[in-house]
């Protein structure tokens, strides 16, 4: 098995963003030697804290498929990467932020759609709107891949306006458990494919499985062998996704992860 999942709630939960939960099926995808992908909105940065907390030293997708990370020398087989961070090798999906960015500012002037986004904010802004702590809100703005806005007042037609807006400057958006995001020709889904196909040159026989939330983690579930849905707090499953090979597991974020990688691997 390769596991991917998606951080925010999913393996972490929305609003503490403690995985404590999942804890015990983390250990046991670890005592089985099963990698654990992160595969997020999250930035890099936000994302080597998780590697080394959690002690997980395997590739990760950063900022919806942006960017894949792969430690240095962790696979035997040799692949194409686009350039080095740290101690990763990268391979690159996303187009730059500072493009996405100011895109992302030109629509909002040109047709008066009022925006808050990742850029402008402060990190003490960040903090308060996510609720994460302040440092971990500076590494959120550290962003390369993607910019996270909310619309002010938002209404169905300032959203499909801004949908065929960033469609027509030539760049996707997305949608995460708090915000949108604009991002380039990647996603989620593209990433994991290619990683899984790193994956099977180097072990053959893999089975792959897909952990999720929310409408951004829909290309990555429908890329893996067994799909998972949590539920949102409140408890419910993402309306917007309807595929219904996924499987939608009882329990909320971190808690419906471990149920069921448990399911799935336990025993
Ligand atoms: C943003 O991502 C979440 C993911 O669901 C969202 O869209 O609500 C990201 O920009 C990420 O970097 C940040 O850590 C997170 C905090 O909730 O928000
Ligand atoms: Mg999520
Ligand atoms: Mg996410």
């Given at each position: 098995y390769v596991v991917f999942t998606d951080l925010d709630g999913t393996l972490v939960d929305h609003d503490s963003y403690s995985y404590e939960a999942a804890r015990p099926a983390i250990d046991l995808l670890k005592q089985k030697g099963i990698p654990l992908i992160f595969c997020t909105s999250k930035t890099r940065a936000e994302l080597e804290v998780y590697v080394e907390e959690l002690d997980c030293h395997h590739p990760f997708i950063s900022e919806n498929g942006g960017g894949i990370f792969v430690p240095e020398g962790y696979f035997d087989i040799d692949i194409d990467f686009d350039h080095k961070v740290g101690n990763y090798d990268v391979i690159e999906l996303g187009t730059g932020y500072s493009a996405l960015k100011d895109t992302l500012m030109e629509i909002s002037k040109g047709s008066g759609i009022?925006?808050?986004?990742?850029?402008?904010?402060?990190?003490?802004?960040?903090?308060?709107?996510?609720?994460?702590?302040?440092?971990?809100?500076?590494?959120?703005?550290?962003?390369?891949?993607?910019?996270?806005?909310?619309?002010?007042?938002?209404d169905e037609n300032k959203a499909s306006k801004m949908k065929e807006l960033i469609g027509a400057a030539g760049y996707n958006y997305t949608r995460g458990g708090r915000y949108w995001h604009i991002i380039g020709n990647n996603d989620k889904g593209k990433a994991v494919r290619i990683l899984t196909d790193i994956y099977r040159q180097q072990f053959t026989d893999i089975t792959t499985i897909g952990l999720g939330d929310s409408q951004n983690d829909l290309p990555m579930l429908e890329s893996v062998d067994i799909?998972?849905?949590?539920?949102?707090?409140?408890?419910?499953?993402?309306?917007?996704?309807?595929?219904?090979?996924?499987?939608?597991?009882?329990?909320?974020?971190?808690?419906?992860?471990?149920?069921?990688?448990?399911?799935?691997?336990?025993?």
């Open positions: 009022e925006i808050i986004n990742f850029g402008k904010m402060t990190t003490e802004e960040v903090s308060k709107d996510t609720g994460l702590d302040i440092r971990s809100a500076e590494l959120a703005k550290m962003r390369d891949y993607d910019e996270a806005f909310r619309i002010i007042d938002e799909s998972v849905l949590v539920q949102k707090p409140g408890g419910s499953h993402d309306p917007s996704i309807t595929d219904t090979k996924i499987k939608r597991v009882e329990g909320i974020g971190p808690i419906g992860w471990g149920n069921a990688i448990n399911e799935i691997i336990g025993r």
